[in-house]
């Protein structure tokens, strides 16, 4: 199973935005991502919700496919040439004050003339895969690993999901059969509040 994904005309150098695709090729989806959050480069944020989108892309109309199974098989950077960033119209609207701080969008020409810089681009693809081939030459099992079977218990097990499951008697009748059965109980004689005093006088 193969997904694409692709991050068009990305504002950055493809020779920079190279620097940081090499270190991911041939990875694990995991440790790519892994890779790509303590990269401190620039495109490292953008490539990484690429590669997350990738994933997404596999995973859609219930696929199955697990996420850690995938590898980075490819990943392309094209240059998509360079461009300007602003137009003359808008240059002419910023004030000068916001010229001095910002970023040169031009530089002055010959005869009063304005000539604008501009910026290179780029284009980037990524293809994860989980083809034993693929996943062999990234130094990984042909095979995912798969989930641990839950094991079938023994007697002893059988023994206590029986005992579990046997019906008990209700508690009204348990309480209700002992005072059936039983003698009634004489009552209680009621205690004198003062104990009476014997009829002749002590000498």
Known sequence: MEA??????YRGSAQKVRLVVDL????????????LRATPKGCAPDLKKLLESAVANAQQNGSGVDADALVVSRILVDGAGR?????????????????????????????????????????VTVHLSDDPVVRRKAGLAAEPARPVAKKK?????AAVAKAAARPSAPKDAAKSAPKAEGKPKAPRAAKSAKAPEPAGGQE
């Open 4 to 9: 694409v994904a692709r991050l068009r005309h």
């Open 24 to 35: 991911i090729r041939m990875k694990p989806v995991g440790r790519a991502l892994a890779m």
């Open 83 to 123: 461009k300007p960033l602003q137009r003359n119209s808008m240059i002419r609207s910023v004030s000068n004050y916001k010229k001095r701080y910002a970023r040169p969008r031009f530089m002055s020409g010959p005869q009063g003339r304005m000539w604008l810089v501009t910026r290179p681009f780029c284009h």
């Open 153 to 157: 218990g023994g007697k002893v097990a």
